[in-house]
């Protein structure tokens, strides 16, 4: 079973830009497909970004242009670079694994973004 521990939120202004880390540990996950997600207050958990072992990756169309996914195998770490920060962005995001074609799941416990107007 992987462990994940998301860092790097915080409160910036509209516009602005915060880099996410998503940090595993227990297996190495160059194996594993790992994503990014989030979920604002009264919301769903919804999708934002993955990336497959091989490197693919895939946005949603609210972040796509402004969010970067990307992976550091050797670290064991998966990062989230948003730029351009919206107020609608605003939430706490979560790092997920795959192993295979299941469900993401192993969440961290999140960590809160604010975009203030």
């Known amino acids: 079973q992987v462990q994940l521990v998301e860092s790097g939120g915080g409160l910036v202004q509209a516009g602005g830009s915060l880099r996410l880390s998503c940090a595993a540990s227990?297996?190495?996950?160059?194996?594993?497909?790992m994503g990014w997600f989030r979920q604002a207050p009264g919301k769903e958990r919804e999708f934002v970004a993955t990336i497959g072992w091989s490197g693919s990756t895939s946005y949603a169309d609210s972040v796509k242009g402004r969010f970067t996914i990307s992976r550091d195998n050797a670290k064991n770490t998966v990062y989230l670079q948003m730029n351009s920060l919206k107020p609608e962005d605003t939430a706490v995001y979560y790092c997920?694994?795959?192993?295979?074609?299941?469900?993401?799941?192993?969440w961290g416990q999140g960590t809160q973004v604010t975009v203030s107007s």
């Open positions: 227990g297996r190495a996950i160059r194996t594993y497909a």
């Open positions: 997920g694994a795959r192993s295979g074609t299941g469900d993401f799941g192993s």
